[in-house]
């Protein structure tokens, strides 16, 4: 068999250095939480393994994860994770185009047959047989269900593929479905956000080919590096959280004193997803930071919830109509002190009557 | 349970008290009834904070001290809910009642609706209850056994997202939270299972005081003493 490149290999011809080759895996191993050995390992691996081609595929999206991607905060990473991945697919981001680029894939398929990593940025609507998304004539579900046959692995990235997103917002007329309920298989990385965290992207596809290995997923299938603790565990503005300091509108005073964000929405406290210590475009910011709540987009079903700037999320209450639980809730209790109300008033008034009627209540 | 005696028309045997709730049971009726109280206040309040404070972030502890007393409460609810579950097994009769419906029994389905129909004002007739009568049985199930189950397993689930993955209530009740659709839908069945234990408790408070002055039996002071007494000598 001919020789395969290794990752260092086709960095060095694409223009890395050693010396920011190196820099690239210490900031990687730091990016994903390990101690300073690791950098050598990752280097290692880079070195002596063959490289793993990733196809990355657009469904339904939009294409933030890639522009996110694109702008990891560490021009080095980027750069190096690109020439890593883009030499084989990605529609986005290769030169070729039209029928050149669709056989990339299938040459791809024969030469990394079961060894490729498939990274997924969108999802395939299912209604009308896929005819919502189609791409070089075919519906992209068809292309998604190909490319799966023969991974190794699948990336969801972003809330798309991962949840769905919006435009599997109700009533999802095109049935845009996240990749998981489609393709069985195969092992997944849920990667959510919408877009996630360029890092956070770079870290984990770096993890994958490094190592070889999926990261240590959580109950929903996501790497617990990135998304094991809330935005509202590590939130710089928690102790006014645990104060009892609250930004009420967005013009007041405790806006402007950069007090919690809880009581004007921000979903903080329920969602999952690495901003409050990775922080936005190099560190620089992040929602939260320039004095906006959190939307909790790393989350199921985040579209639907409700107001983005209330704390409490909506419920579906007879069918379509929606209210949220505290509505419902005093809506209940205020029934039920009613029905106790009238109850006691026919108990009287029956007690009365009985009464009146010299009967016995107990006959 | 009615108590439908053999003898008909007066009789002492019918004016006999019956020890009906053993000190665990009301200890844990009482504390039970403080924790749901304690847990609806600052659960409010946690779901929607009050008015800021001002000052320094560092002098203050309101929302910290909230969640404190709602965490505190929630182990007196849940460790005394456990004891009660123990209680059923080593206590008497009375102290099942609230675990097992007896749905497999027609006399049971009967009296339902003789109380459905009671409460209904279609029938003047209200038999003698030892322990709790059908109806009472199937709200207690519901509400004290099921409803108190789901907000222990959704709270304990939504501590653990403090606790961290990994910790111990992450690993007995984490999974509730993808299965529920997410950590801000638990919150939120939380808090709509919370509006129905206080229907529960609006609903209980009102049926326990007009027990106690227009049913045949002793309500109220039979939760503080343990007695069940009557006002008849009639079955």
């Known amino acids: ?142 292309k998604l269900r190909h ?28 049935r845009a479905t996240p990749v998981h309920k489609v393709i069985r298989n195969k092992p997944i990385v849920k990667v959510p956000g919408c877009p996630p965290i360029a890092e956070v992207m770079t870290g984990v596809i770096t993890y994958m080919i490094a190592f070889d290995a999926l990261p240590e997923l959580d109950r929903q299938g996501r790497p617990k590096m990135f998304y094991s603790q809330r935005l509202h565990d590590k939130c710089y503005r928690r102790p006014h959280f645990d104060a009892g ?56 079903d985040f579209w639907d919830k409700g107001s983005f700037y209330s704390a409490v999320t909506n419920m579906k209450v007879m069918g379509s109509a929606e209210a949220d639980a505290d509505k419902v809730g005093k809506v209940l209790a205020g029934a039920a002190a009613i029905g106790v109300a009238a109850h006691a008033a026919a108990s009287v008034v029956s007690h009365m009557s009985d009464k009146s009627r010299k009967e016995v209540r107990h006959d | 349970m009615t108590n439908k005696a053999a003898v008909e028309g007066h009789s002492l045997a019918n004016i006999q008290p019956t020890y009906v709730f053993e000190a665990p049971v009301r200890i844990w009726h009482w504390l039970h009834a403080l924790s749901i109280f304690v847990l609806c206040v600052t659960g409010y309040f946690i779901a929607y904070p009050l008015p800021s404070v001002g000052g320094e972030a560092s002098n203050h502890f309101l929302m910290g001290t909230f969640r404190w007393l709602h965490f505190v409460a929630a ?20 102290a099942r009642e609230l675990f097992v419906l007896p749905i497999h029994k027609a006399e049971w389905w009967k009296d339902l609706i003789h109380e459905v129909k009671y409460y209904g004002f279609m029938t003047r007739k209200s038999h003698k209850i030892l322990g709790h009568n059908p109806l009472a049985q199937s709200a207690m199930f519901f509400f004290n056994v099921i409803l108190t189950l789901f907000l222990i397993v959704t709270g304990f689930a939504l501590y653990a997202e403090g606790l961290g993955q990994g910790s111990w209530a992450d690993k007995m009740f984490g999974w509730a939270i993808p299965l529920l659709g997410g950590s801000l839908n638990t919150k939120m069945w939380h808090l709509t299972a919370m509006w129905l234990m206080l229907v529960f408790v609006v609903i209980h408070i009102y049926m326990a005081i007009r027990a106690d002055i227009m049913s045949r039996e002793s309500s109220i002071s039979t939760i503080i003493g343990g007695w069940r007494m009557y006002k008849d000598d009639l079955p």
Not at chain 1, 59 to 75: A, N
Not at chain 2, 75 to 94: H, K, M, Q, S
């Open chain 1, 1 to 142: 068999m001919a020789h395969r490149e290794t990752f260092y290999e086709v960095m060095r011809q694409h223009g890395i250095t050693r010396r920011s080759f190196l820099k690239f895996c210490s900031l990687t191993a730091a990016g994903l939480g390990m101690g300073p050995e690791f950098a050598m390992k990752i280097a290692h691996a880079l070195e002596t393994k063959p490289r793993t081609p990733v196809i990355w595929l657009h469904g339904l999206e939009c294409t933030c994860c890639t522009e996110s991607f694109i702008r990891s905060g560490h021009p080095l990473a980027s750069d190096v994770i690109l020439s890593m991945i883009s030499l084989d697919y990605d529609d986005t981001l290769m030169a070729a185009a039209g029928h050149q680029a669709e056989e990339l894939l299938e040459q791809t398929i024969e030469k990394y047959d079961g060894n490729y990593i498939l990274a997924v940025e969108g999802n395939p609507p299912l209604n009308e047989d896929g005819m919502y998304c189609i791409q070089g004539g075919q519906p992209f579900v068809e």
């Open chain 1, 147 to 174: 490319m799966a046959d023969h991974c190794k692995a699948i990336i969801a990235w972003g809330s798309c593929a991962s949840w769905g997103c919006v435009q599997a917002a109700r009533p999802n007329p095109t």
């Open chain 1, 245 to 300: 300091q609250f930004v009420e509108r967005f013009d007041d005073e405790g806006a402007r004193k950069g007090y919690c964000l809880y009581k004007v929405g921000c979903k903080g406290p329920t969602t999952y997803n690495a901003c409050s210590t990775l922080e936005w475009n190099d560190g620089l910011s992040w929602p939260v930071k320039s004095g906006h709540g959190c939307l909790g987009c790393a989350e199921d």
């Open chain 2, 75 to 94: 182990y007196v609810f849940t460790i005394g809910f456990l004891v009660r579950i123990y209680w059923a097994f080593v206590g008497n009769r009375y």
